[in-house]
């Protein structure tokens, strides 16, 4: 597929690309030849191949939460080194 000047520049108009008639060049010979391979991947026989959307195994990296009991002792050493409290509860700053 053979691309023309007024195609790349509706492409870097798209882009909102400012291109000099020397990048204009490069760019069209650079997209041919993306274009030519997809010619080429054309070609290949992929009936009966099932298609994948994931190619790598997704897996759950995170880990899961454990809820520990503190003594009331060690809660009131927390609350005590807070920077801003109310009551049992330390205060922190919104977040929206």
């Given at each position: 597929?053979?691309?023309?000047?007024?195609?790349?520049?509706?492409?870097?108009?798209?882009?909102?690309?400012?291109?000099?008639?020397?990048?204009?060049?490069?760019?069209?010979s650079q997209l041919e030849g993306v274009?030519?391979?997809?010619?080429?991947?054309?070609?290949?026989?992929?009936?009966?191949?099932?298609?994948?959307?994931?190619?790598?195994?997704?897996?759950?990296?995170?880990?899961?939460?454990?809820?520990?009991?503190?003594?009331?002792?060690?809660?009131?050493k927390i609350i005590d080194n807070a920077?801003?409290?109310?009551?049992?509860?330390?205060?922190?700053?919104?977040?929206?």
């Open positions: 597929m053979s691309l023309d000047i007024q195609q790349i520049d509706h492409l870097a108009k798209l882009a909102r690309l400012s291109l000099s008639e020397e990048e204009k060049k490069i760019y069209a274009f030519a391979y997809f010619q080429k991947l054309q070609e290949l026989e992929t009936t009966g191949i099932e298609p994948i959307n994931q190619i790598i195994p997704l897996e759950n990296i995170f880990c899961a939460d454990d809820v520990v009991n503190y003594s009331e002792e060690n809660q009131q920077p801003d409290k109310s009551g049992r509860h330390i205060k922190v700053k919104k977040i929206l």
